[in-house]
C-alpha cells in the first residue's frame, strides 16, 4: 500500500482557534482519521507559565473528539499533539497538522514520510538521564521503521515531547527513595530535552556514545536534526519522526541543515537552494549562545531578567529566517539542548516539489 | 579647508562603560575636539522607564568633560549625544563616534559628511505639531549646509533628538492657558518624532506639505532617511545629518534603502551591493506593523502585554539584518513614525571603501 | 419559597484545575443545578494577551456541561462565568462558586443574596457610551429584584462582565457608517467597564446623572459597589448583583467599603469589624493611582514599561488587604475605572456568622 | 564627645536625582562630611540588568566630590552607598541618608547609633564560603564598637553591601587553580548574600556555627537582623550596623522584629507599638516563600517567567507594610538569604521619639 504524507499549515487567532482546522476537515479537504501529528506556535511565553499551549492542546482534543466521535482521551493515543508557546518578534502563530493519507497514485522516488514512535512512561529518576536516552534511542528507530526510512540520513527532522519533572514528581520519587536528576523543576526540562536529543543523536548515529554525564554539559555532542521540548502532561516521550522515503507518494519533499550560530542564514539558504519548490513549512530550533556572545559580539540575552533569553533567541532567529524565506510563519522553537551546536540548531524545510 | 568625516563603532560592556572611547582618546586614535555626535545602543528597554540612556549620557559627559578639560554642561554644547535603548535579540551594545577632522590629503570625489543643527527650544504646546516641523524642516536645511551637501539625494540619514512632553511642561503650557498636543507623556513622544520626521521629509523635498494634522494620522506621508527619538533632557530638535559630499576625505560612503516591512531583508542587501567594501556602521528603525499583520500573517507584537511593541520590532529586524550583515553590531531603533512606510523604516550603512 | 445562598472558594493548582469543583460536586457538597455564577482568579497577566480566563471558562464549562449533561453553548445561558487575570504579589488563583439553593429552613432576618441580570447585546458603536450606561442600570435594577433586594443600601458588589472592542467589530460598525467610541481596542475595554460601572452607580442612586462624556473622564463619578470586567467572548454585560436580603436563608452575611486609596487598610479593617465571623470570600478593585502618587508618595507604576500597572496595582491592593485578613485567596481585579474613588476601590467581604 | 545620629529620609524623582541631597547640604541642613551611608531604593528591576542603582550611586558620588570638594574615587571610602533595584506595587524611590554629627548636647539614655565596618577584599574562590562568613562576623564586631554599642541585643538592623562573582573573577581564579563556589555568576549573588547575612548571626550570636555547608542550604540558620545586598563594584563587604546605644544624642530610636511570613503585618504592628513617636524610616527584607505556598496557599511567584519572584515579592511584602504604616516611603529589599526565616524578613523602623 502507497502512502502519502500531507501537510496543511494553519493560521491561527489565538490559542483556542479550531476554525481552520475545523474548517479543513468540514470541507474534506483532510480525513481527521489520518492526522497523526499537530505541531504548532502558541503566543505565550514558551516558559514554565505558559498556558497557551495547554489551552490549543484542550481546544484540539475537543474538536477532534468531536469530528472523530471519541472520547477527548482517545484523542491522546492517536495524535502527538506538540505546542511551542512564544511568538517573539514577527512569528505567527499557526499549526502544523500532519497527516497519513492512503495514495491511489503510485509513489515514484522518495517523498515526505512521516514516523511515529512512543517509549514506555518514565520514572521520575529516569527523566534526565541514561533510561530516556536509550528509550528514546530505540524509540526514534521504531518512528524511522513506521516511517519507512531505512537510512539515517534520510531524517530531517524528529520532533520529541518530552516530560518533565515536578514537585509532586520528585516527592514520589523520594518517597521510594529514588534521587532525580534535579530538584529545579525549570531545570529538569532542559535534562528532558537534552537527554530525549541525545538519544536521537544515538539512533541516528550522529554520536557514538552518550554518556548520562554529558547531558546539558558537554555540548560537543548533539544532533543535527532534533528538536525537544518539555510538557508536563505526559510522562513518556512522543517522537515524530520527517524525512524522506520510497513507497510514499504526493509532492513534498524535506531537508534540512545546521545553524552554526543565530545568524546562520546561509544555512535556510541551503536548503532552500537544495529544494526548490514551494516553502510549506519551516521548523527551526532557537537559543541563546551560552557563551554571551554571537560572532565576537557580546549579546544580552542571559543578562536580561525581564525577557527570558528563550524569548530572545525566538525572536532573532525568527528574523534570521524571515529574511531568508519572506514569511513569518515559522515554527522556530525555543531551548535547544544538544540540539544543534551551542548557540546554533537545526533547521528543517518541507516544500512542494 | 577640506574635512574629514571619521567613524568609531565601540563595543561597549555596560551603559557605563566609556573605556572603549577613553582608549581610543588615549591611544591618539581620535581627538575628542573632534567629536561632534556619538549616536548608541544600550541595553535598556528602550521605553519610558529605560535608565540606561541617561546612565551612559552621564557617563559619556563624564569622560568628555575630563578628556576636553571643560565643563559637563559645555559638553552638551559641543556633542550631540543620541542614546537608543534597546538591544533585544542579537543586537549588542555599543556607540557609534562621528568625528569632523582636518584632513590632509585632499578630497577626491564625494564622501561621507556629517553635518549639525539645532532647532530653537520649543514651548510645550509646540511640541508634535506644525513650528516643531517648521524649525526642524529649517534646521535640517542648516545641517545640510554645515555638511556642504547640496542635495537632498545626498543625504542618507538624519538623527534627530527631540523633546517630549513631561507632567510639568504640561503644566507650565497650562497655567499659560496653552493647551498642549497630548495629555499622555507617552504618546507625547510618538507626537515629537512623528513631527520632526515630517521635518526632515519636508526639507528634503519627500513630501509637499506636512500639515499638523497628519502628525501620527497620515502614515502615507513619510522621510526615507528620518530616525528620530525623544528624550526627557533638552527642549530643542538637534540634528545630525549624514550624507556624501564633496569636499570631504577619508574613505567613508554611506547609503541607504527603505525597508517596506520588518523582513525586507533584500533593502539592506541592495545597499551592501551597490556600497561594496568594509561595514562600518548600519542604522536603522524598526516598528510592528500596525495593520498587525507582516506580508498577511498575523503578528502578536502589539497584544502583547508582558512586553512592549518597539521591543519585539527591534529584535525583529535586528535578526533579519543581522542575517543579511553577518553582524549583530547594528543601531536597531524603535518608534518609526513618518519614518519610512508603516511597517518598515530606512536603513542606512556606511562603509569603508 | 425560601432560597440560601452558599458559596464555595476552591484553590485551583492552575487555569485549567476544575478537580477541586468536580469532587464538590461528586461529593454531593453542592448540586451544580444551583450554580448560578462563577467568579475566579487566575494566574495571567490580566491583561490583552491573558488566555489563562479564557481557558478556565473552557474548562469549567467541559465540566459543567459533562456534569449538567447540557452541551457546553447551555452552560453560558446558565452560569456567569467571570474569570480576573493576574495574581501578582501573593495572591492566590482560586474559584467562587455561587450557589442559590431551596432552604429547608425558614430565613430569619436577612442574608446574603444573590441576583443575576443581563442586558441585551450591544452593537459595536454602544459600547463604552449612553446605551450601555443606561442598559447596565436596568439591568442592575432586575437583578436586584431578582435577588430580593428592595434598597440600594443593601446591595453591596455588583460583580459585571462586560464587552469590548475589536478590529473585527469596529470594522463592522464602520461598514454601516457608525463611529465608535475608540478605534484602541484596548482602551475599548477601559471605556466599557468605566460605562458599565456608571450603570451601577446610577441604578444603585450612587450619581444623578451619568452623562455619556464622563466616562473615563469625570473621576468624580463612581459606585462603591461595582466591579467590572471586559472580556472579548460577550457582547453584552452580564451582572451579580451581591447584597443581603429577607427570605434568603443560611449563615451568610455581606459587607463593603471602599479604599479610598491602595493602602487603605482601614477600610478592609471596618468592615471586618462589622461583619464578625469567619471570612469565606473577599472581592476588591485595584488601580494605579492617576496622580502618580499615593498620600503624596510618588508611585512607579505608570512608567513601567516592563510591568503593566494594573499587575502592579494588584499586588500592591493585596499585600494591603492580606496583611489585614492574614490570608492570600483574595479576589482582587485591576482596571478600577468608576469603581470607587481614583487611586481606590470597593472592598466587599462575605463571611459566615 | 557625644555623638549623634542624623537621618534624612529623601523622595527622589529618578535615580539620577541628587537634588534633594544638595539641597538639604546647600540649606545647611547637614554637613556632607558627616554622612556616612546612604541606603536607597531605586525604579530598576532589582535584578541582572539593574542599571538603576549604578546610575544613582554615579550621581551620588558625582555631587559628594563637588560638595566634598574632594575625587569622585575617595567618596567610595567616605560613604557606604547601598542602592537596592525594585520600587514593585507602590513602593516609592528614596534616599536614607546617615549622618554622625557631633552632638552640643549631652546623651540621654541610648539613642540610635551608627557604626561602619568593612571587610579585606575577597578573592573570588572566598565568596560564599567560610572566609566571607569570617569575615564578615569580624567586621560586625567592629562596626558595632565604632557604634558604641556592646550588646548584641541593641543591634536592629545590619545592612551589608557584598561582592558577586562575574565571568572575569571565575576565570582569574580558574588561572590560578582555584575553584569558585558557583560557575553561575547570578546565584552567587544569593551565596555572597546568604554568607554575609550567616556572618552576621554569627556575630550577634544568633547561631553557634555557620558552616560553609548551611550557605543557602540550611534555611533553618538565619540573623533577625542582617539585610545584604550583592553589587559588582566591590571586593570586600562594606557593614553598616544600626542599634541603640548610650553616649548617642539626638531622638532617634531604632528598633525591629521579624514578618515570620511575608503577610505578617502584625511584627511591624508590634514594632510601631513599642516605638511609639514619627516614622522616619522603615527597613525590610522579602522573599518569595520557597515552599511555594504563604499560610498553605499557593503563591505563583516561583513560577512566573515574566516577572522574577524577587519583583512579587518587595510588591507583596511593601503592600503589608504601606497598610501598616500608611506610607510607602519603605525601604524593601529582596533576596533574603539567611536573613530572616525562608519566606520572611527583619523589618526595623527608625522613629522620632
Redesign the interface.
Known amino acids: 500500500m502507497t502512502r502519502r504524507a500531507r501537510v496543511l499549515r494553519l493560521?491561527t487567532?489565538?490559542?483556542?482557534d479550531t476554525v481552520p482546522l475545523a474548517q479543513a476537515i468540514d470541507r474534506g479537504e483532510i480525513d481527521p482519521a489520518t492526522i497523526v501529528a499537530i505541531v504548532g506556535k502558541t503566543?505565550?511565553?514558551g516558559?514554565?507559565?505558559?498556558?497557551?499551549r495547554?489551552?490549543a492542546t484542550?481546544?484540539l482534543k475537543?474538536l477532534l473528539a468531536e469530528r472523530l466521535k471519541c472520547p477527548m482521551a482517545e484523542v491522546e493515543g492517536r495524535v502527538a499533539i506538540v505546542m511551542s508557546g512564544g511568538?517573539?518578534?514577527?512569528?505567527?502563530?499557526h499549526l502544523l497538522v500532519f497527516c497519513r493519507e492512503t495514495a491511489t497514485a503510485a509513489a515514484t522516488g522518495s517523498r515526505l514520510a512521516i514516523g511515529v514512535g512512543l517509549t514506555r512512561s518514565f520514572k521520575p529518576e529516569e527523566i534526565g538521564r541514561a533510561p530516556q536516552i536509550a528509550a528514546t534511542a530505540e524509540a526514534v528507530d521504531s518512528a524511522m521503521k513506521d516511517a519507512g526510512i531505512a537510512s539515517a540520513g534520510d531524517v530531517h527532522f524528529v520532533q520529541i515531547k518530552c516530560p518533565l519533572l515536578t514537585?509532586e514528581r520528585i516527592e514520589e520519587a523520594e518517597r521510594r527513595g529514588a534521587g532525580v536528576a534535579t530538584d529545579d523543576t525549570y531545570h529538569s526540562m532542559a535534562l528532558s530535552r537534552g537527554a530525549s536529543a541525545l538519544g536521537v543523536a544515538l539512533a541516528l548515529g550522529e554520536i557514538k556514545d552518550a554518556p548520562q554525564a554529558a547531558v546539558c554539559r558537554d555540548w560537543s555532542l548533539y544532533s543535527r536534526v532534533a528538536s525537544t521540548s518539555a510538557g508536563v502532561e505526559l510522562l513518556r516521550n512522543e517522537i515524530v519522526v520527517l524525512g524522506n522515503a520510497p513507497g510514499w507518494a504526493g509532492d513534498l519533499l524535506i531537508d534540512h541543515d545546521v545553524m552554526t550560530d543565530?545568524?546562520d542564514?546561509e544555512a535556510a539558504r541551503r536548503v532552500l537552494a537544495r529544494l526548490g519548490g514551494e516553502t510549506v513549512a519551516v521548523l527551526a530550533k532557537a537559543e541563546a549562545s551560552p557563551t554571551?556572545e554571537?560572532?565576537g559580539?557580546?549579546?544580552?540575552?542571559l543578562?536580561?531578567?525581564?525577557?527570558?533569553s528563550t524569548?530572545?533567541?525566538r525572536?532573532?532567529?525568527?528574523?534570521?529566517?524571515?529574511?531568508?524565506i519572506?514569511?513569518?510563519?515559522l515554527y522556530v522553537s525555543g531551548g535547544a539542548e544538544h540540539q544543534g551546536p551551542p548557540g546554533g540548531g537545526p533547521v528543517a524545510i518541507i516544500a512542494k516539489v
Request: hydrophobic share 35%.
Open positions: 493560521p487567532a489565538g490559542p483556542q503566543e505565550g511565553n516558559c514554565v507559565n505558559d498556558f497557551t495547554g489551552y484542550l481546544a475537543l511568538t517573539e518578534g514577527g512569528l505567527s502563530p514537585k543565530a545568524i542564514a554571551g554571537i560572532r559580539r557580546r549579546h544580552t540575552m543578562d536580561d531578567s525581564d525577557i527570558h524569548r530572545h533567541a525572536a532573532l532567529v525568527g528574523g534570521v529566517l524571515a529574511g531568508v519572506g514569511d513569518t510563519l
